[in-house]
């Protein structure tokens, strides 16, 4: 007997192929972090080329967490202008190189000359001071010095029984060339520049006038000035001649004699 055939099954196994799908961003971090450190790479590069080696000490300096810094350290006012903290001035400008001397040391140099600049001077202006003092002491009416803030003021003054000039006019009293003479003589040396100021009192010209106290003020300086090169006085260090008029009295009452004077000025 004939056993009854089997179908044959044939099973098909369908296989999917899996893509590659979306890997996320983790590529993008790593290439930002790459490029990053590019950048940071060309920019230490120029950073060495273009900074001097001061500066290159400040920006070490502001990045040192262990150096303390205060409101104005080694960063300077913006990224790159600083020196190192240690710096008290610039030596350096952007991408032209130091100096030989070190900033901190030229500072202090520089401000050691100035403070003995000015104490030299503030010693010769108080030997002047003294030396005319001494020597105006029987014309005290005449000659007065004050230290101000400008320099050494000497004020010739004028009184109602020995003028400095004549009545509204530019000549000379011979005491105003006995004052100028003094001056002069105290000058021999000091190198300082001056100035002369003339002052009026409030006495005025006749109606209509043309000529007033300031032209008189301007004209007696003028003529101080000519004595002081007469008393051989060197013409180069008189820096300024004016006339003030009746603007800067001495005295309230603007007759008094005592505000007709010239003032000479040993500047600072």
């Known amino acids: 007997m004939n056993e009854p055939v089997q179908p044959i099954i044939i099973r098909r196994k369908k296989i999917y192929q899996v893509a590659g799908g979306h890997h996320g961003g983790a590529w993008k971090v790593a290439y930002a972090d790459f490029v990053t450190a590019m ?14 080696e001061d500066q290159r000490k400040g920006i070490s300096d502001y990045f040192n967490p262990n150096i303390p810094l205060a409101a104005v350290s080694g960063g300077g006012s913006d990224a790159l202008g600083g020196d190192s903290i240690f710096a008290e001035d610039t030596n350096a400008q952007n991408g032209v190189g130091a100096t ?19 104490a030299g001077e503030k010693e010769r202006l108080e030997a ?34 020995e003028p400095l000039f004549t009545v509204g006019g530019t000549v000379p009293s011979p005491l105003l060339k006995n004052l100028i003479n ?30 007033s106290n300031w032209e008189l003020s301007s004209d007696r300086a003028n003529m101080a000035r000519r004595l002081l090169i007469a008393s051989k006085f060197p013409h180069a260090q008189i820096v300024e001649v004016s006339g003030k008029a009746d603007t800067d009295h001495v005295v309230d009452d603007g007759l008094a004699a005592q505000n007709r004077r010239i003032s000479i000025i040993i500047l600072k």
């Open 39 to 52: 950048m940071a790479f060309f920019l230490m590069m120029w950073l060495l080329g273009a900074t001097t």
């Open 182 to 211: 003094m001056v002069a003589a105290a000058f021999q040396g000091v190198p300082n520049n001056i100035k002369i100021v003339g002052h009026t009192d409030s006495r005025s010209y006749n109606g209509g006038a043309e000529y």
């Open 128 to 161: 002047l001071n003294e030396s005319l003092a001494e020597e105006s002491q029987d014309i005290s009416e005449h000659m007065q010095i004050k230290m101000t803030p400008e320099g050494l003021v000497i004020e010739l003054v004028d009184s109602e029984t």
């Open 100 to 118: 030989s001397i070190k900033p901190h040391n030229k500072g202090t140099a520089e401000t050691q000359n100035s403070e003995n600049e000015e």
